[in-house]
């Protein structure tokens, strides 16, 4: 395709009712970002009910809360004022959302059912497990009595450094929603110097050099 619009709703879902943060991706056809100036969400009548607009890696996000049964679009006009629609993903009637907010010192969630959700969540027992690479911290927690909404706070200290997945399950150990977080705290960066060494096969080889000691750091090529 000549572009790819991609919708991320915050957690894998839109639920019905309740606020909602919904990512906004725009690249083009080699996997570059595409900017666009301009950009709409449109209710089944055309009707713009949002706009936004990205930023120079063609990310944008807005929030809204949307009505069941409605059925939802994006268009966006890039710079070259070249317009590309997308639908919506499928609203859930029921389940649950999270909303994230990555503040300095701490990780604030807030996690949302709507009304025809309450038979989900009343004296239900859920847990969080947050997770990096097969370490994991978990705890349970309950939704307040005649609550539909629940909210958590995570002090930084207490979470791994680098990128935390934050998986929330409910009694049975099923995995409702997810959220990525990077956490900044306790990271020291090293800078690598990386030279071409030999191709091997279907593989390429690349020395890595630097003046520190980096054998227990981490690495991530992209």
Do not use: C, M, W
């Not at 990205?54 to 049964?69: A, I, M, V």
């Not at 859930?92 to 907010?101: A, S, V």
């Not at 409702?176 to 030999?198: D, Q």
Request: aromatic share 10%; no cysteine.
């Amino acid at each position: 395709k000549e572009y790819d619009l991609q919708i991320l709703p915050e957690g894998g879902h839109i639920l019905a009712e309740v606020p909602n943060s919904i990512g906004v991706k725009l690249i083009d056809a080699s996997g570059a970002s595409a900017i666009f100036n301009n950009g709409k969400l449109l209710d089944s009548k055309g009707n713009s009910i949002i706009t936004f607009k990205s930023n120079q890696f063609g990310l944008s996000k807005f929030n809204f809360t949307p009505q069941p049964q409605e059925k939802y679009s994006l268009e966006v006009t890039t710079i070259q004022d070249k317009v590309i629609k997308q639908s919506l993903p499928e609203i859930d009637l029921r389940g649950l959302n999270i909303l994230g907010n990555n503040l300095p010192d701490q990780i604030f969630i807030k996690l949302n059912a709507n009304a025809n959700s309450e038979y989900l969540i009343r004296d239900k027992t859920f847990y969080a497990a947050i997770h990096q690479n097969g370490r994991i911290k978990d705890f349970t927690f309950q939704f307040p009595k005649d609550q539909l909404e629940v909210n958590l706070n995570f002090s930084k200290d207490s979470l791994f450094s680098g990128i935390n997945t934050i998986t929330i399950f409910d009694e049975n150990f099923n995995p409702l929603v997810e959220r990525l977080f990077f956490n900044r705290k306790n990271i020291k960066r090293t800078r690598v110097k990386a030279s071409f060494n030999s191709i091997i096969s279907d593989s390429i080889k690349i020395d890595l050099k630097s003046i520190k000691n980096i054998t227990n750091n981490s690495l991530s090529i992209s």
